[in-house]
């Protein structure tokens, strides 16, 4: 089983736009929808886009999704200290017998 | 809101099996589908299965042949087994409930710690 690609690292400025990618395949995000989670250190994940780009209740609107073909994106706008975290992409996967397949996180580091 | 909470014993012995339970509140286990994930340390997320308030269940083709999921509705818990555990399988637990069948977790538990060693 592959894993979702996701840069393992990326950083911005406060104020600053920073963009995460996620690149899947035809059989996982080309024909199902792209999920996005936050971990905070020492914390459980927590979901911040569901559906390629909806936003559970409570999660601000500095965060949005979009997908692509077989890439997804997370965007976050004018980033805050408390942004800092793992951010992870995931999948529902059809090949075999369909599975969850996640991407390998992409730890954000604010400057 | 529907909180999640996993229990059970932080340490396993290599070749035993690791059980695992997470109990359900503020809301009915009925009419939702729930997942069990797990985080090896300082590493990545890897689903393990789900299991619908009726039984059915789903289960990572990696770990099928070792993975059984369980119910009770009366209890408003859910239950995870994993035999033949070896240092491979140390990390944390978690329990999440899905919005639907085959897709990602949505809502997590807290999260528990297995650690395999003898």
């Known amino acids: 089983q592959s894993v979702l690609t996701q840069p393992p690292s990326a950083s911005g400025t406060p104020g600053q736009r920073v963009t995460i990618s996620c690149s899947g395949s035809?059989?996982?995000?080309?024909?199902?929808?792209v999920y996005w989670y936050q971990q905070l250190p020492g914390t459980a994940p927590k979901l911040l886009i569901y559906r390629n780009n909806q936003r559970p209740s409570g999660v601000p609107d500095r965060f949005s999704g979009s997908k692509s073909g077989t890439s997804a994106s997370l965007a976050i706008s004018g980033l805050r200290s408390e942004d800092e975290a793992d951010y992870y992409c995931a999948a529902w996967d059809d090949s075999l017998s369909g599975y969850v397949i996640f991407g390998g996180g992409t730890k954000l580091t604010v400057l | 809101q529907v909180q999640l909470q996993e229990s059970g014993p932080g340490l396993v012995k290599p070749s035993e099996t690791l059980s695992l339970t997470c109990s359900v509140s503020?809301?009915?286990?009925?009419?939702?589908?729930w997942s069990w994930i797990r985080q090896s340390p300082g590493k990545g997320l890897e689903w393990i299965g789900y299991?619908?308030?009726?039984?059915?269940?789903k289960y990572n083709p990696s770990l099928k042949s070792r993975v059984t999921m369980s119910v009770d509705t009366s209890k408003n818990r859910i239950s995870l087994k994993l035999t033949s555990v070896t240092s491979a399988d140390t990390a944390v637990y978690y329990c999440?409930?899905?919005?639907?069948?085959?897709?990602?977790?949505?809502?997590w538990g807290q999260g528990t710690l297995v650690t395999v060693s003898s």
């Open positions: 299991i619908y308030y009726t039984g059915t269940t």
């Open positions: 035809n059989s996982n995000i080309g024909s199902n929808y």
């Open positions: 503020g809301g009915s286990i009925s009419s939702s589908y």
């Open positions: 999440a409930r899905d919005y639907s069948s085959n897709c990602p977790p949505a809502y």
